[in-house]
């Protein structure tokens, strides 16, 4: 899981209608590193292996994207491991179909 932790709120109390999560280029690697997302009723999952992003749609409550966040999971795929790249700093975007929020970043730490 990249973040038990994130909560997201919104001004207008609008639902939402996509996500994107994904690697900053710094520290991301293309076809090692993967996010995944078990899909829910309202909520689907595509993730773009060379960008490194996570692209949520669908329409669905606040609660219901914050499940959604939660329930992301790192992998790595690599069969070799790496001392300088146990830090991936991972950003999040959101939008309610009038805006995006602005991008935030939280750094995981790889285990």
Do not use: C, H, W
């Not at 899981?1 to 996509?18: Q, R, W």
């Not at 609660?63 to 329930?71: D, M, S, T």
């Not at 700093?89 to 939008?95: G, M, N, P």
């Amino acid at each position: 899981m990249i973040s038990s932790e994130f909560e997201v709120t919104d001004a207008d109390g609008d639902n939402l209608v996509s996500a994107e999560i994904g690697f900053r280029r710094q520290n991301f690697i293309s076809g090692e590193d993967i996010l995944t997302f078990e899909g829910t009723q309202n909520i689907q999952g595509s993730f773009d292996q060379s960008a490194g992003i996570l692209f949520l749609s669908g329409e669905a409550s606040i609660a219901e994207y914050n499940e959604a966040i939660r329930a992301i999971r790192y992998e790595n795929i690599s069969s070799t491991y790496i001392e300088d790249q146990v830090l991936k700093t991972i950003f999040y975007t959101l939008s309610d179909g009038k805006e995006f929020s602005p991008s935030r970043d939280k750094v995981v730490r790889v285990i």
